[in-house]
């Protein structure tokens, strides 16, 4: 596999190509937690997920031609609402291709950013896009695997390095690997002796299995839905961002559902902020052992969660 | 009344006394919201509340002799906790005097802060903080009116200003009006076109009253206890706050329990950030008639929600 190359210097780029579109989130300390924990809040950036920092990259890198004509996503979850945030931003149109089975609120918060809806069978989804591509000429942006979204990803990690020094860990949910291997890229620029750590649930370790095995591993969604932490249902890395955790990343470690619903529970109670189950999994991961990570950033990576959900964690 | 003095200069010199002590919190837009309203979330203070803004900056001003004795506080809320977090930032013993029938949570959650509880009969708090500070000749710092305090509650106000340029109004609730005479000199000093308007449950309407007729006006706590927002139950403003607010706020409007309750969910799924009833009347208000303010600022003053109350806004 070759690796394609994403540098500081794209991570650097995209920092001052998004400024003034993403909100710098805080780096807040947590000093309920044990040990020297901080939290790295993109809950707040205001569609609710770091997803938005790959999202305007990719937009702004567009060609004027292609922007014109649009674009095109199948995500119903925050990479979609990430796009269609960042469509609106730089006044292009975006569709959103959505299960018809979706749920009311999730169509409604896509049609409030501006951004049409078209509502297909669950398994038209993906074929919907692909036609409406190839009729309109639109743009697709994939939701991780794509230079563009890294690079904008890894845009949190430089701000992480300035609020903050002499960082023993860094820890980040992983789904499909657009997150950790942009941070992975200024970490180990910026601050090489700073450990980026990968939390996955341990019903989705694919990642995990990936990295010790040393080749792309995907796990079959009939396992990856087993999870809370939808975020992370991807069923394997991808072919930029497996390569670029492998030389970035030192480990990734799991974590039980239980420890996500309450790292979610803490989270709301101890940090008073709302966090989704994927957004969590760094905290829980922290929690389990607090002793073995030193001084840490646990990235909260989104705070879209499921009203259900939340009470449940609540209640646990 | 004499106005006692509290200039920008003391907020500004408080601002760099503190600096390091507290968060610089964010300043966050609320795209949600209709018109043109964003955050200061004063919720994410490490303590939960803009109280250890004022605690920190009295503590640090506090005579050397009189800081190895030690600080005292009846209060079992949030001043309670800013003053035991602020003395133990800075090394010194603090005793926080507490009605037995506290919930255990709060109770250990103020001695997970290092501070002694002394747990009286809720009658004899003040007498035994009294009774105390004779004894130890320890400090006592009230919680709101002191221009120790209001000058550091004041702070926050310059970094909104800081943020955020051209704003119209700035909502911040009120209890004792230490917060809102802090912000009222800052914004008036820096930005003297925007406006500052208070907010009070209308069933603690005092300050209302009190800026309305003119004169200190107190309402009995068999009334103020009404208010599910457990910050605002203060009787009255204070003999330094009532003046500076004269002088600064240009208006003090009134919610009800239900738009309270109604912005503690509405912040919690909107803007993901978790405020406690007195924390979101700022919200509340502006809610309540968003056209009205302009680009407005809602303070989110604090945010340590009772889990009953946070399940019961979740339900509502």
Same mark, same amino acid.
């Given at each position: 596999?070759? +690796? ?7 991570? @650097? %780029? %995209? !920092? ?19 040990? &020297? ?11 609710? %997920?770091?997803?938005?920092?790959? !999202? ?9 031609? +292609? ?33 018809? *089975? ?7 918060? #896509?049609?409030?950013?501006? *951004? ?8 038209? @989804?993906?074929?919907?896009? &692909? ?17 563009? /979204? ?36 200024? #970490?180990?620029? $910026?601050?090489?002796?700073?450990? $980026?750590?990968? +939390? ?17 591993? =995907? ?33 990734? $470690? ?7 619903? *309450?790292? /979610? ?17 760094? +905290?829980?991961?922290?929690?389990? &052992? ?6 840490? /950033?646990? #990235?909260? =990576? ?13 209640? #646990?």
């Amino acid at each position: 596999m070759t +690796v394609t190359e994403v540098t500081i210097s794209d991570v @650097r %780029a %995209a !920092a001052e190509r998004i400024a003034g579109y993403v909100v710098r989130t805080p780096l807040l300390p947590a000093p309920w937690a044990p040990g &020297d924990l901080w939290l790295k809040a993109e809950s707040l950036q205001p569609m609710g %997920a770091f997803k938005l920092r790959g !999202a305007t990259n990719a937009v702004h890198l567009l060609d004027p031609s +292609v922007r014109s004509r649009g674009l095109l996503s199948h995500s119903s979850g925050n990479h979609g609402q990430a796009i269609a945030w960042a469509a609106r931003e730089v006044g292009i149109p975006a569709t959103i291709v959505m299960p018809a *089975a979706a749920a009311t609120i999730k169509v409604e918060a #896509v049609r409030a950013l501006g *951004a049409d809806v078209v509502l297909v069978p669950n398994d038209e @989804r993906e074929s919907t896009v &692909d036609a409406l591509r190839l009729e309109r000429g639109a743009a697709v942006i994939h939701p991780f695997d794509d230079v563009r /979204v890294i690079s904008g990803q890894g845009t949190l990690a430089l701000e992480i390095l300035d609020d903050l020094s002499e960082i023993d860990t860094v820890l980040v949910p992983v789904g499909g690997g657009g997150l950790i291997s942009g941070v992975g890229v200024a #970490v180990k620029a $910026v601050s090489p002796s700073t450990r $980026v750590i990968g +939390v996955e649930p341990e019903l989705a370790a694919d990642a995990r299995e990936s990295l010790s095995s040393g080749r792309l591993i =995907s796990w079959d969604p009939s396992l990856t839905y087993r999870t809370i932490a939808d975020g992370t249902r991807a069923p394997q890395l991808g072919k930029i961002t497996f390569p670029l955790i492998q030389e970035t990343v030192d480990e990734i $470690v799991t974590v039980t559902e239980e420890e996500i619903l *309450a790292a /979610v529970a803490t989270t709301i109670r101890r940090a008073r902020l709302v966090a989704e189950p994927s957004g969590v999994l760094s +905290v829980a991961a922290y929690l389990a &052992d607090p002793g073995r990570f030193g001084r840490s /950033v646990a #990235v909260l =990576s989104g705070g879209n969660i499921d009203s259900g959900v939340l009470k449940h964690a609540l209640t #646990v």
